[in-house]
């Protein structure tokens, strides 16, 4: 499962903090399950880690740590974190909005969060806040495009034009941006199509590939110490 099976049994019987960053190579791929550690038989509740922290701005799945060991790396973009990148994660950075977007015109009609560490995978931009500039880096960094292209391929074009008109007036669940609500907020009406108009792109957008976070590398510091810590016989 991973090369040069690091694998430790672990036993903590202090606080410890569980660094998880880039900057210590250990091989690990992007949404590949990490075995980072053997517990013995499980990891007793009162052995946990005080804290794990995800340094590099690089967000780990760490709900089977406990039970099985295991980490997971998130994909860039995947904000909704169902280990698939596709519109519903543009979808869930509008329902997660700190900031209504500048140029909206009228009342912005979604509650807006206060921002909480809680939010920050829907802040792909790392600036602190989840923004209208966060719907604009996912679709320029992750999926190279832009406003307009409900399908999302690299153009705004006719057929987002058509899929505008089959949900013109829409609004609600299930309305998002497959359904060419370009501005989240919940309908597809003029605004939307205001927006395809300011992008339209026919020939195509031409984002470079990012270079953002494919990290390849796992770092693993324990700060504090183990009590016991060997590796597995
Ligand atoms: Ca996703
Ligand atoms: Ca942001
Ligand atoms: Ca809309």
Redesign the pocket.
Known sequence: MVKGTPLFRAHLSEKKILALGSHIAEGCGVRKPFQLFNWPAGMPANDQFSSIKMDGGLQWNVSQLYNAGIVTLYSGGDTNRDGVLNSLDIDAIYQHLTVAPPSYVGIWPRTLLTWSPALAQ??????????Q??VT?ELNHYFLTNYGAANLDTATGFVDFQTLLNNWQNSGAGIGWTQADFNGDGTVDFLDFQMLLNYWSPGGWNFAPSEAPEPASVSLIILGGLALFRRKA
């Open positions: 829907c802040d792909v931009n790392g600036d602190g806040a989840v923004t500039d966060d880096y």
